[in-house]
């Protein structure tokens, strides 16, 4: 790789021991040498010990980047998979790879479904694993830990993250070494930034030159003029997309003459990318101009193009929410943090936690390009200034604290636990979180009773029984553990389909995965409120469970449940992508992620009616999830399964007096030609999964008739 030297804390890590098998919490700034050090043990791990790697990550994004570093030992003869897909299957090919690369969640669906070559794994590493602290996140990160311990003792584990104030505590869980530093490969000045100059932490008060008014232009012009970019840090959606506008003018002004032509192309590409949406308008004209917003509105593919053209120095300034900092590395010059309060739903504005702070300020400087970094925040006043300097600048971060000990955290793996067999009895199970970060901090007498009463849970609803002091997991409660589903969820689930078994529509069902906790929920906007309850009124009767009689906080949250469905059945119903961002507030990516959070709620849906012997509601759900997968209404379903037929091809064909598979075994490929949407390839696919073939003479007429018409939509064009 042409490496020769090693960086400080790497060489510190190598002297601890890390490449003889001990277990090490490696706590150092982002860019100093984390997933070097990840490799060399994965090396010696498999070339040396024959054993297997698991690489965990938080994010789908950060897992596909991790990938991509290691993809290149496979010219080695290394084997490397990326895998962070469907959360109920039993994978057995992930066993013929040496290095598996996963997220967080996906790691704990395998663990459920006990695949044979978990016991050949010999190294676990854990990437941000400061999210330990993350109310959503941390549990489950937790949980994995714990039963990785457990099922395989000898193996090592390595703990990476950003620096944090309780390292030592992790590592004494962990049974590991420490090694952490201050140390960067670019030196990192921290300061604020208030009446065109930055104080910085060391005391020197910077004068920043230029013209412009807006503090954040005039802070953009001052780094690119000097070769650098600038990350932008929103505290919302709506802040990054308005400052990303702000910057167009002055950033175009800077742009060379063959960086305006590579822009104009990537814009017109963005463009192409999915169903145009007015975000997606939005997103190409700013990058036409050298600037990006980058949010989990967006799509993958957009994110991405963003990304890649700002690591290229095609993009100049990107205006992102803080996800962008717990994702994907994305260094530059300067980091601006724009806004040090967010919105929390329940607590209005708050302040965002230091250690959220130093993530963000820690993508400050790019290796090989930059002599230094400078991580901003923006000061909208003296006294202001002086805040932000002694509370954020100077500060450290905060302790890292267990989420896992509450009861809506450990049923499912408390659940999960014992459907393993790792724990079979209340003592067992005990035994079991005793091992637990959350019992390493505070100790298992002061989460006894949540764990008491998940336990009450699952042996009321079914999923647990006792047979003396034996606890053992039912069919029920097996099968919800390989569902990764809350067992809450697979109450509410089960519940529904025990009260209408046939003749449901698809909003009957759409409402009851929406009301149970794994779905995400829509905010409500006050204007959609009487809209909601309308709906609620003349369709109270399609409902799956007891709606609230009073209109109190249940009934609120009710009406974002109604909200979060109607996305779903507008997505399945077909309306275009843009009328679903502007009717529901959200972006594409969101579309994508609620859907991908319905079909697997319906796809638990089905496979309890299964369990529970309801053949009624199979197939209907069944069919509910192939909509909601391609976003068809039913009348697709049979072209839907053709392969390369997404909902585009499918409806043109429909339109066309083609509505199923009969039809298109008659059609000749010439008249399947005249479909806009069809190009050569597709028609020929088409005929043969029909049962049919195209002769020269009909592929020659198929092909030249292509050249007149333009055949290259994607499925979602």
Not at 199 to 218: H, I, L
């Amino acid at each position: 790789m042409g490496i020769t030297d090693l960086y400080p804390p790497q060489e510190e890590a190598v002297k601890s021991g890390v490449l003889e098998g001990k277990n090490l919490v490696l706590a150092i700034p982002t860019a100093s040498g984390k997933t070097m050090v990840a490799e060399l043990c994965a090396l010696k791990h498999v070339m040396e010990r024959r054993g297997k790697a698991l690489y965990l990550v938080p994010l789908k994004a950060l897992a596909s980047e991790k990938y991509e570093d290691f993809k290149k030992f496979n010219k080695i003869g290394l084997r490397v998979i990326l895998s962070t897909g469907d959360f109920d299957t039993l994978d057995p090919t992930l066993g013929r790879y040496d290095i598996i690369i996963a997220t967080n969640e996906k790691a704990d669906s395998i663990f459920r479904h006990k695949p044979a070559w978990i016991n050949s794994l010999t190294l676990l590493v854990v990437d941000e694993i400061h999210l330990l602290g993350d109310g959503s996140r941390g549990p489950t990160l937790e949980a994995v830990m714990t039963r990785f311990r457990l099922l395989n003792p000898k193996a090592q584990i390595l703990a990476l993250s950003a620096t944090i104030s309780n390292a030592d505590e992790m590592a004494g869980w962990l049974g590991a070494q420490l090694v952490t530093s201050d140390w960067r490969p670019v030196p990192l000045m921290e300061g604020v930034y208030f009446h065109e100059s930055v104080m910085f932490s060391d005391g020197q008060n910077k004068k920043v030159e230029g013209v412009e008014t807006d503090p954040v232009a005039r802070l953009a012009v001052d780094v690119i003029k000097s070769g650098g970019q600038m990350l932008v840090f929103a505290a919302s959606r709506l802040s990054s997309t308005s400052l990303a506008k702000r910057m167009e003018t002055p950033v175009r002004n800077l742009l060379k003459g063959s960086e305006e032509k590579k822009l104009l192309e990537l814009s017109s590409r963005i463009l192409k990318m999915g169903e145009r949406t007015r975000i997606s308008n939005k997103l190409a004209k700013a990058v036409s101009n050298g600037v990006a917003f980058h949010h989990a509105g967006l799509t993958y593919e957009q994110r991405k193009a963003v990304e890649d053209a700002f690591r290229s120095f095609l993009v100049k300034v990107i205006c992102a929410t803080p996800t962008l900092a717990a994702g994907v590395n994305l260094p530059a010059r300067r980091v601006l943090i724009y806004d040090y309060r967010r919105y929390e739903a329940g607590l209005g504005q708050s302040n965002i936690p230091v250690l959220e702070e130093k993530q963000m300020a820690g993508r400050a400087g790019r290796p090989k390009y930059d002599k230094e970094g400078q991580a901003i925040i923006l000061a909208r006043s003296e006294e202001e200034r002086d805040f932000l300097l002694e509370q954020y600048v100077l500060a450290k971060p905060e302790k890292v604290w267990s989420k896992l000990g509450n009861a809506s955290s450990l049923r499912s793996h408390i659940l999960a636990a014992i459907s393993m067999g790792l724990a079979c009895s209340q003592e067992g199970v005990f035994d079991f979180l005793e091992r637990s970060f959350c019992s390493y901090q505070y100790g298992i007498n002061s989460f006894k009773g949540a764990i008491l009463e998940s336990l009450d849970m699952l042996t009321s609803e079914g999923m647990v029984k006792s047979e003396g002091k034996d606890l053992l997991p039912t069919p029920l409660g097996r099968r919800v553990a390989e569902l990764y589903i809350d067992p809450k969820s697979a109450v509410i689930l089960k519940n529904g389909l025990k009260i209408r078994r046939s003749g449901v529509p698809a909003i009957g069902y759409l409402t009851l995965i929406c009301h149970t906790p794994d779905m995400p929920k829509l905010y409500i906007r006050r204007k959609e409120l009487e809209e909601l309850k309308a709906f609620l009124e003349s369709n109270c009767d399609l409902f799956l469970y007891d709606l609230p009689q009073d209109e109190g906080f249940d009934y609120e949250m009710l009406l974002t449940e109604v909200k979060t469905s109607l996305l779903i059945k507008d997505w399945i119903d077909e309306l275009p992508e843009d009328a679903i961002v502007e009717r529901f507030d959200v972006g594409s990516g969101d579309i994508y992620a609620y859907v991908e959070s319905a079909k697997w709620l319906v796809h638990s849906a089905h496979e309890l009616a299964k369990l529970m012997g309801y053949p009624e509601s199979m197939k209907p759900l069944l069919d509910l999830n192939v909509r909601i997968e391609n976003g068809v209404k039913e009348e697709l379903l049979q072209l839907i399964s053709l392969k390369g037929v997404g909902r585009v091809r499918a409806r043109a064909l429909f339109s066309a007096g083609y509505k199923g598979i009969d039809d298109l075994k008659r059609a000749s490929p010439t008249e399947l030609g005249r479909i806009p949407t069809l190009g050569p390839e597709t028609i020929r696919s088409i005929k043969e999964q029909v049962g049919g073939s195209v002769t020269k003479e009909e592929w020659s007429m198929v092909k030249s008739r292509s050249g007149t018409k333009q055949s290259s939509m994607d499925d979602y064009g």
